[in-house]
């Protein structure tokens, strides 16, 4: 089992900037990327960031520019700086893990935290 667990989420004005962190913690072979999604109220969940153990990144057209995703592959930790936010950034993000358990191919995984909320008032 890996556990992910977030934390930075809250309230921040329009402009204002928030940090988002995820450490992955358990049964970890290899950490293969991390990423950060996030769900608005009536809408479907959408990739925000992601970044390989390479480091290797990609991003969402909507904050390529305002977000940047980095990681610690040490200590399994992924993180969001979220510069410039708006109104429409405000949702539940979620941090995901891909990896694997073991050196077993059959170990794979592929894990969600249970989501921190950002709320970004006008």
């Known amino acids: 089992q890996v556990q992910l667990v977030e934390s930075g989420g809250g309230l921040v004005q329009a402009g204002g900037s928030l940090r988002l962190s995820c450490a992955a913690s358990?049964?970890?072979?290899?950490?293969?990327?991390m990423g950060w999604y996030r769900q608005a109220p009536g809408k479907q969940r959408e990739v925000v960031a992601r970044i390989t153990s390479g480091g290797s990144t990609n991003y969402a057209d909507s904050v390529k520019g305002r977000f940047t995703i980095s990681r610690d592959n040490g200590k399994s930790t992924v993180y969001l700086q979220m510069n410039s936010l708006q109104p429409e950034d405000t949702a539940v993000y979620y941090c995901?893990?891909?990896?694997?358990?073991?050196?077993?191919?059959?170990?794979?995984?592929?894990?969600w935290g249970q989501g921190t909320q950002v709320t970004v008032s006008s």
């Open positions: 358990g049964t970890i072979f290899r950490v293969v990327s």
């Open positions: 995901n893990a891909r990896g694997y358990e073991s050196h077993h191919v059959s170990s794979s995984f592929d894990y």
